[in-house]
């Protein structure tokens, strides 16, 4: 009969944290589909300004603003991409509160003062990192893209008599697959900053320490390239600082990482759980072997 009850007591929990989390999940949907339906309202005007980057590299190359639909579809599937993104990006505080308040309960005081910054820091992150992918990496990009147009010089002879017509193979873009690309630099870019974010919060779980990460150094240089190669077009520039980049942001986890090391040992020495004496006496041993 006890066994009986402690499964039915352990089992009403579980079915009010389901219930809980449904309806989180509810106020997330609906708070997505809010600014989805607002942002669908002033889809043009966001539109234009995701076209900036493209803008001003061709008014600096004398050319026309101008992208085309190849499809009937294509204006509407664009202004639902979009709504998606603006949509998401509205409605990302309010979705990351209520994963919170759905998580906050769980977690001791301490755990709320360690994991809080971390919540903070990562939608500040990933819009740092959106923004230099914006404004920095993807006019970089379409700078290289169209330095391969060619524009055909005019009154060139072919036979006696006769002109050619001035080959021109110039941007004429669909805003379909302007919109795809850019929205791939900019998640990817804010996906990639990241990582401070998550290492940081990895070593102060204890999952990664600063002097692991430090060793596989080298793995990570070409993992990061792997990466650099996949989600960037295929040059060289884009490639480069995208590795540069996540390079560095590599170096910065490490660096964050042996801080909460830091904090850490000196947090579990000031309770007692450390014995300097005993730390000198083996490192003395250390370098008596060493020797």
């Known amino acids: 009969m006890t066994n009986t009850d402690e499964i039915e007591d352990s089992s009403a929990p579980l079915i009010e944290h389901l219930a809980e989390l449904r309806t989180r999940l509810i106020h997330c949907v609906v708070a997505f589909l809010v600014g989805m339906i607002i942002c669908f309202t002033v889809a043009t005007p966001l539109f234009n300004f995701l076209t900036n980057p493209l803008c001003e590299v061709l008014a600096e190359r004398g050319q026309d603003c101008d ?19 603006g ?37 500040f992150m990933f819009l740092l990192g959106a923004s230099f ?18 524009f055909g010089a005019e009154g060139e002879a072919v036979t006696e008599g006769a002109t050619a017509a ?10 379909q697959e302007y ?20 290492l940081t919060l990895m070593g102060k779980a204890g999952l990664v320490s600063a002097e692991g990460l430090g060793s596989v150094r080298k793995y990570a240089v070409v993992a990061i390239l792997v990466l650099a190669a996949l989600v ?54 250390r370098e008596e072997d060493a020797k």
Do not use: H
Not at 139 to 150: K, R
Not at 262 to 272: I, N
């Open 179 to 198: 919109l795809n690309l850019t929205i791939k630099f900019v998640v990817a870019f804010g996906l990639c900053f990241q990582l401070p974010v998550l």
């Open 166 to 175: 001035p080959l021109s193979v110039v941007f004429q873009g669909s805003a």
């Open 87 to 123: 949509g998401f990006i509205l409605a990302f505080p309010y979705i990351g509160m209520q994963m919170w308040r759905f998580v906050a309960p769980g977690l001791y005081r301490s755990e709320k003062n360690a994991f809080l910054p971390f919540m903070l820091a990562s939608p």
């Open 232 to 285: 960037t077009p295929p040059d060289v520039i884009t490639q480069v600082i995208l590795f540069v980049v996540v390079y560095g942001l590599y170096e910065v986890s490490i660096f964050l990482v042996g801080r909460v090391e830091k904090k850490r040992e000196a947090q579990l020495r000031a309770d007692g759980y450390y014995d300097d004496e005993e730390e000198a006496d083996e490192e003395i041993v």
């Open 133 to 150: 992918a914006f404004y920095v990496v993807t006019p970089l990009a379409y700078d290289f893209f169209l330095g391969f147009q060619q």
């Open 67 to 85: 992208l085309i639909f190849i499809s009937p579809q294509e204006g509407f599937f664009v202004a639902i991409k979009v709504s998606l993104l």
